[in-house]
Each structure stands twice: as structure tokens, then as C-alpha cells.
């Protein structure tokens, strides 16, 4: 197993740009073709498609999509204590942290007579995509399941691909029920998110479609948001990434780890470590190497580590910079002044600061969302909260004398930009009174 060990001050600006370089997003004409495929099949067809399309890439033959309120009930009497107890401490501390969200609404009066107010409500409905490859995701279910409920949306609908057997793990849906979702369908993939951006028979159509899945579902989602008036997404999305900071005070075992940790998500995972210490740099490519075998997903976190960087810096102060440059969907930082160098960190989805803060702990019940920006979209899009869930618009009132008052400010600046219904339509109420 090699990695790449580079030394940023040798390289010129092309080559640390290639340095910096993401593994090449799963995007081509034939996947575009195959999405629109299933797309208009499941706008033709309806539940019929979902049923066929489950069987063709599923090889399930399901008879109803609907988890009924029994089978909820049953899986969750399936789940051992401690599982139980895990996902509820998870939903409370996740609850905790978006209950701290809520928005209050402003009303300024911006000159005598004229009052401003911005208002907050709930999207009305929401489709939350929960993934179902090698395990199931109760953690995913809780960081879209908890800010929609705390937010208050009406219509909260849970897809997810079935097993086997046609049905939805225990531990997903156990933490469904403690976010008070309703609707549950055992369907996935690039057919689910047609299915929650048109509608079918059996699923109502909803207004904005949150989390991740695989490169169909991801092309799914943006064909659907550029297609049907009034549906949105949550966030761009591409493989998932870490970068680490850390100096010579730190841990290589525990940086190693975390590198790991998101190593074993898939093979165009990406990791990243700077540093100003050769020495340690070289005990994390030891530690990387050992721990690595002890994984059971060894094989794709080898092939992930094929995409990463073991970066040599001349000091925190330019790893801070490079990890702006890179906007890293997480960001750890170990290093004996890691909660002074907040001043100097911008752009990441989520920061995980010191030594005994690994992002397994944002992933699953620090109480933050994991659902973050990837592929350097944390410059301009933030992790996913409570604000996501709901919509912002704004209420003005005028009194008679408040119009007056800003009358000539409109007449000025409609006579500006030629728009003279405009202007009439402050004049007519001057002269009426």
C-alpha cells in the first residue's frame, strides 16, 4: 500500500493543485441517460415502475411499498436493549443541539408607519432518502428525522431501499419512530426521489428531498430539482472526505485512525493530513499501514488511501490555509492550541477540535448533523440544521402617514428605472387621501 507523501513548499502552483485534486466525480452521459430513464418511468408509470424497477435492480418482488405502523412496532421489539438505548441517546443528543436552532421572528418598524417583519415556517413536506448499502443507517435517519420534526414539517416520508426480504432494518426503523415519521416506503434509489418529486399512487409527491445515496440517486436529485417547478434538494453532494491538522504534540495512532475512519466509507473517499512535523507524518504512514489490516473494510479503505495526501507544511499557520484552499467536508484539528486556530479556519463543513474529538462522534451523537457539504462546497453551502427545513419570508404594513413618509424615496427611484405603474401605484393612494 503506497501514499503519497509530498512536501508543499517543493511543489509549484500546478502541482499543488494536483495535489489538492479530488478523485473525479462518477458523472457521464450514460449515467445522466440511465437517471432520465427511470425518472420518466416512474413519471409514467407510477407504482407500477417502483415495483419494477425494486425487482430489476433490488431483486426484491415487494406486494406493498408502505411499511404499515405493526411492522414498526415489531422491529423495534426485535432490537436489543443496548441497541435501543444507543439509538435514543443518539436522538437526544441530536434533539439537544437542533432544539438550540429555533428561529425567532424579527418585526423592525424601519421609519414611523412602516413595520418589517421576517417570518419563519416549516416546509410543508419533506422526503428524507436514507441509504442502504452494507448496513443500515439509524444515524442518518436521525440527523434528516430530528431537525424535520423539531422544525414542525406536516408530511415527513422516510424511503429507503429493502433488503432481501423486502423490508427496512430494525435500527432504521426504531429511529424513525422516536422522529415521529409516518409515512415509510421500502423503495430506493433513483425511482424513490422520482417518487417524492412527482408522486405516484402511493406517494405523494413532497417539496424538498434530503440525504445521500449513491451516484444515482445524487444525479436523481439534481435532474428532480432542475425539473419539477417548486421541488428543491438539500445540498450538492460527492464522496465523502476528512483533513486533518495536526503538529508534533499529536497522537499518530489517533490520527491514523480518523483517517481511517473515512477511508473505510468508500473507495473515492478522500483523506488528507497536514502537517509540520516529518516525524510524525512518517508514525501515521506507520500507523496507517498496521491499522489498516485490522479492518473488515480493508479492501476500499486501501483503494481510498490510493486517493489520499500525507502533506508536509512549513507550519500550522499554511495548513490553515491549505485547508481553506481545500474546504474539506470534515476538518480535525490536533494540535496544543486547536481552539486557537478557529480564528484562522473558514471553510469545512464541520470542525472537530483536540485530541478526544474524532468525527465518529459528530457521525453518530455529539449532537451536530452529519449531513455536510463535499468536494469543496463548504466555501459557500453550510451543514445541514434546523433552518434547512424550513423557509423564510418577509410581511410589511404601511399606515396611510408611513407611505407618505417614503413617497418621494419610491418616485425618485421608479422615475430611476423607467417603471411608471410603479410610481402610480404610490401616487393613486397619496391622492385618495
Known sequence: MTISIINWSALNKQEQTNALSRPALAESDLLATQVENIINEVKTKGDKALYDLTSRFDQVELTRLKVSENEVDQAIASLSPSRMAAIEQAYGQIKRFHQAQQPQDITVETSPGVVCTLKTEAI???????????????????????????AGCTRKVLVSP?????????????????????????????????????????????????????????????????????????????????????????????????????????????????????????????????????????????????????????????????????APEHLIVQTDNAEQLLTQLRNAGSIFLGAYTPESAGDYASGTNHVLPTYGYSKVVSSLSLADFSRRFTVQQISQQGLANIADCIKELTDAEGLDAHKRAVTIRLEEA
Open 124 to 150: 410543508e413536506s419533506v422526503g428524507l432518502y436514507i441509504p442502504a448499502g452494507s448496513a443500515p443507517l439509524p444515524s442518518t435517519v436521525l440527523m434528516l428525522g430530528v431537525p424535520a420534526q423539531l
Open 162 to 326: 429493502p433488503n432481501k426480504q423486502g423490508k427496512l432494518a430494525p435500527e432504521v426503523l426504531a429511529a424513525a419512530k422516536l422522529c415521529q415519521i409516518d409515512e415509510i416506503y421500502a423503495v430506493g434509489g433513483a425511482q424513490a426521489c422520482a417518487a417524492l418529486a412527482y408522486g405516484t399512487e402511493t406517494i405523494a409527491s413532497v417539496n424538498k428531498i434530503f440525504g445521500p445515496g449513491n451516484k444515482f440517486v445524487t444525479e436523481a436529485k439534481t435532474q428532480l430539482s432542475q425539473q419539477v417547478p417548486g421541488f428543491a434538494i438539500d445540498m450538492p453532494a460527492g464522496p465523502s472526505e476528512v483533513l486533518v491538522i495536526a503538529d508534533n504534540q499529536a497522537n499518530p495512532a489517533f490520527v491514523a485512525a480518523d483517517l481511517l475512519s473515512q477511508a473505510e466509507h468508500g473507495a473515492d473517499s478522500q483523506v488528507i493530513l497536514l502537517s509540520d512535523s516529518a516525524s510524525l507524518i512518517d508514525e501515521v504512514n506507520r500507523e496507517l499501514k498496521e491499522q489498516v489490516t485490522t479492518l473488515s473494510r480493508k479492501d476500499i479503505a486501501v483503494a481510498a488511501l490510493a486517493n489520499s495526501r500525507l502533506i508536509l507544511t512549513d507550519s500550522i499557520e499554511q495548513a490553515c490555509a491549505i485547508s481553506n484552499h481545500y
